[in-house]
């Protein structure tokens, strides 16, 4: 889809004062960016939870080429980032899936040793011991039908018996429904995590997790 027909596409969708919000964002990215994020981890050595969700549904780790091909062809043109795949594949991350009468309804993104985080464009090299999830997502059609809480546990005991001993996640501040999703399964706040480029300039700050 060119320029113009994403224009025309978020006009419809949108209105005016998104694309407005974007030209600025635009405008200013190469001078000024900022993210922030709040970062959990989880013992995986502590019970896991048992969640049953609300419809059928098959959690596939294994099927890659699969979950990126949906990825690459999803609407929400967001979802698919091509740094974060090459690194991805290098490193050997789980890029699972979750069907529902076998079609995609959900993903998460589970890497380990180096990756590639979108928000801060920037690749994070993690302890051995430790796997990050860097992504979850169901399609709204599917949501709150405890898709995304199933889809972690399963993640959570397949890393369990892996030998894995820390899982860990980032979440921004505005998502509440994916904090109230991972601190349901255990999860606890270590840190929030502020990213800002300022003229070229790349600083992070890190403080304690915030109740």
Known sequence: M??????LNMWRQEGLPAIIQRGLK???RPFFETNSAFWFTRDLSAPLPEISPRCPVEIDLSSADETIGWLRNHRERWVFNQREVEIGLKEKHYFANVKCGGRI???AKVGKNKIYIHDYRKVL???RDCVFIYD???IPEYRGLRIA??????????LKNDGVKRLGCHIPPWNIASMRV?????????????YVKLLGLKVFTAKPGIA
């Open 149 to 158: 809480p199933y889809l972690v546990a399963q993640i959570m005991s397949f």
């Open 182 to 194: 991972y601190e349901g399964l255990g999860f606890t706040r270590s840190k929030y995590v502020r």
């Open 26 to 28: 635009r405008l200013i």
């Open 2 to 7: 060119d320029a113009m027909a994403k224009t």
């Open 125 to 127: 090299a993690f302890p």
């Open 105 to 107: 309804v959900g993903y």
């Open 136 to 138: 979850t997502y169901v």
